[in-house]
C-alpha cells in the first residue's frame, strides 16, 4: 500500500482511482464493509482503490481553533494502526490530508473540482450515507451526486451497517472503549482492541518496583480507553504473551499528562532476554478492563496496587481457560 502525505492532494499516477473519504478512525466493521465495497469496484473498473482521510482529525482542528480543546473526539487508533488495518483491508493507496484552514474553508464545488477530479482523478467516489464535506460541512450526497452526472465521475453511497441492530460508528466504538466495555468494542471492530508501536524507555521505575513493563506512546493527549486492562502482547514470541497493562497518565508519578501503554508480561518468553523488548514494534490486544486509574499515596501502595492487578489479570485468564504460567 502506497501512502501519500501532502497539504495538498495528490497522488503518484495519473490513472484514475476509486476513491472512498473519511477518517476511518478504529477502522471498525462498517469502514470494512465499506472498504470491500470499494476494493471490489476499484477492480471491476480497473482502478486503483485509494482512501483520503485526514491529520488531525478535522474536529481536532476546530476545536483547536475554538480554544476548546475539549471539543475534539476521544481517539481510536493511532495513525499507525489506521494505516495498518487499511492496508490489511486490501487498499492500494491512502492520501494523508492535512487538514488546515484551506481545506477547511474549501467550498464543495471547489473541492470536487480541485481535490477529487483534478489532483485525485477520481473516477468512481464511494461515500457513507451521513457524508459532509466542504466549507461549513455545505455539501452532502446529492450534491456530489449531481456533480458526478455533470462532470463524468460515479458516486455511490453505502448505507450503515448494523450489528445486532445497532449501527456501527466510531462513536459507538468510543463509547464502549470510555465504559471499558472491551468485548462490546471488539464487536465492533470485528477484532480486540489494540494498540501497536515502539517499546521505548522510560524511567525503569517499574522494575524497581518489581514489575518490569514495556512502554509504548500513545501520540493523543485523549484516547477512547484508559486505564488498567488485561492483554495479549504479540511480537516478543511466535505466541501472544499474557500481561496486565497501564493505559493512561500515571497519575501516582507523573504530572506531565502524557499518555503511556505500560504493559508487565505475566510471564516472559523463554530465551528471551530482558532487555530484549526495547525497539520492538508490539500489538497490544486490550482484552479485559480491570479498573480506571488511581492516584496512589505513595509507591508502597503502587506496588500493592500493581501485584492486586496481576493477580487479577491471572484470575481471569483462569476464568477464560488461558491460565498463564506463573
Known amino acids: 500500500m502506497k501512502v501519500f502525505r501532502a497539504q495538498r492532494a495528490t497522488r503518484s499516477a495519473d490513472a484514475g482511482c476509486a476513491l472512498t473519504i473519511g477518517n476511518f478512525d478504529g477502522v471498525h466493521r462498517g469502514h470494512q464493509a465499506m472498504l470491500a465495497l470499494l476494493v471490489s469496484e476499484a477492480r471491476h473498473r480497473g482502478l486503483r482503490s485509494c482512501v483520503m482521510t485526514f491529520e488531525p482529525h478535522p474536529r481536532d482542528w476546530f476545536a483547536q481553533q475554538a480554544g476548546q480543546p475539549a471539543l475534539a473526539p476521544l481517539r481510536i487508533a493511532t495513525l499507525r494502526d489506521k494505516l495498518q488495518e487499511l492496508e490489511r483491508c486490501g487498499v492500494d493507496e491512502v492520501v494523508l490530508m492535512r487538514f488546515d484552514k484551506r481545506l477547511a474553508s474549501l467550498a464543495p464545488e471547489a473541492f470536487i473540482e480541485q481535490v477529487l477530479l483534478h489532483d485525485l482523478k477520481a473516477r468512481y467516489v464511494l461515500v457513507g450515507d451521513d457524508f459532509r464535506f466542504g466549507a461549513k460541512r455545505a455539501g452532502d450526497y446529492a450534491l456530489l451526486d449531481a456533480a458526478g452526472g455533470q462532470l463524468g465521475f460515479d458516486v455511490a453511497r453505502m448505507m450503515s451497517y448494523e450489528v445486532h441492530g445497532l449501527r456501527v460508528s466510531s462513536s459507538a466504538v468510543r463509547e464502549a472503549l470510555g465504559q471499558g466495555d472491551m468485548a462490546g468494542a471488539a464487536r465492533l471492530l ?14 525503569k521505575l517499574g522494575r524497581d518496583l518489581g514489575f518490569r513493563t514495556l512502554n ?21 514470541a511466535a505466541h501472544a504473551v499474557p500481561g496486565v497493562a497501564s493505559l493512561g497518565v500515571r497519575p501516582t508519578v507523573d504530572e506531565s499528562g502524557r499518555v503511556l501503554l505500560e504493559v508487565h508480561c505475566l510471564q516472559w518468553p ?7 523488548g526495547y525497539a520492538r514494534i508490539l500489538r497490544v490486544d486490550l482484552l479485559h478492563k480491570l479498573h480506571d486509574e488511581r492516584r496512589y499515596d505513595g509507591l508502597d501502595a503502587l506496588r500493592a496496587g500493581i501485584a492486586q492487578d ?10 477464560a481457560g488461558a491460565t498463564p504460567a506463573r
Not at 501520540?219 to 511480537?235: C, E, K, L
Not at 496481576?310 to 476464568?319: G, T, Y
Open 216 to 236: 509504548l506512546r500513545f501520540p493523543s493527549h485523549r484516547p477512547a480507553a484508559m486505564g488498567i486492562f488485561v492483554v495479549q502482547v504479540h511480537g516478543l
Open 270 to 276: 523463554a530465551g528471551l532476554a530482558l532487555e530484549a
Open 190 to 203: 470485528g477484532r480486540p482492541y489494540s494498540i501497536s508501536g515502539h517499546v521505548v524507555h522510560g524511567q
Open 310 to 319: 496481576v493477580q487479577d489479570a491471572h484470575a481471569w485468564f483462569a476464568a
